[in-house]
């Protein structure tokens, strides 16, 4: 089974209630060797339910708190120090000056959260519509997202490429490569020509999907035209989800064309040959 673990949340994200040291003892308990923590800094998340969420956090503690246990667990787990970013079509500025003032990170994944100002999580974006006419425009968005941010180079991977089918009436029955094609291969070859990467998120089984973030057509079309950069992460927020699914991975990856997954330090890829 995989042993790393690259996408996982503490209770420095709103949506997690997890202290770092159960997220720790949980990952040593299910066998990792290596797990980077990427809480949320999501930049202009609206009101939803009448409050505003602060998809934010102190990053100087964080940095306090993870070092300090990075020492204590240092011949039990290999423990990194990441962030997940929100994109939005006009968060390319607000983001950089994020990520280069804050402390350094190991590794950045940039995520869509937010499609036309909504979270898809709270369903209201699919009111009076069709899913298919959601997932394009959400695709679409990652494109403009993606115009934004690249050039700054303030990211390593994109992160769960279709999240939103997670949130549609109809989910993947709505939702194949070749419908979205054309919004699909821009946003690959996009990522590949500027040496970026996409992870294999295993939170799409947990939400009953019958596939992993992203799905396998994604997976084989972004290494036919080049891409080498994948990490996987279980998307955990609690000690329970962690490596979620991991037992599907290696033929996931093997299917697709992958010899190797990539785990990140101080932003530099290292990969490493799949078990």
Request: proline share 4%; hydrophobic share 35%.
């Amino acid at each position: 089974m995989i042993t790393s673990d690259f996408h996982m949340h503490s209770y420095y994200s709103i949506d997690s209630r997890a202290a770092v040291r159960e997220m720790i003892e949980g990952s040593i308990a299910r066998g990792l060797k290596t797990i980077c923590f990427t809480d949320h800094k999501d930049i202009d998340y609206p009101v939803e339910e009448g409050f505003s969420y602060q998809w934010d956090f102190d990053v100087a503690d964080y940095f306090r708190e993870i070092k300090a246990l990075q020492e204590e667990y240092e011949d039990q787990i290999d423990i990194r120090i990441g962030v997940e970013i929100g994109i939005q079509p006009h968060l390319g500025a607000a983001n950089h000056a994020y990520i280069q003032t804050a402390a350094p990170f190991d590794f950045v994944i940039a995520s869509q959260h937010i499609i036309d100002g909504q979270d898809p999580y709270y369903r209201r974006l699919f009111q009076g519509r069709k899913d298919e006419d959601v997932y394009r425009q959400a695709l679409q968005e990652i494109q403009l997202s993606l115009d934004d941010i690249i050039d700054f180079n303030d990211f390593d991977v994109l992160g769960h490429i279709d999240y939103v089918v997670r949130y549609g009436a109809e989910q993947e029955k709505a939702y194949s490569f070749e419908k979205y094609a054309k919004e699909l291969e821009q946003i690959l070859k996009k990522l590949i020509a500027h040496g970026k990467g996409i992870e294999i998120n295993t939170a799409g089984f947990k939400y009953d999907l019958p596939f992993a973030h992203p799905h396998p057509a994604i997976l084989k079309k972004y290494k036919e035209w080049g891409g080498e950069i994948i990490t996987i992460g279980s998307d955990a927020h609690c000690p329970e989800h962690i490596a979620y699914g991991f037992e599907k991975v290696c033929d996931i990856l093997k299917e697709a064309g992958f010899q190797y997954y990539t785990e990140f330090k101080e932003r530099k890829p290292y990969f490493c040959r799949l078990p």
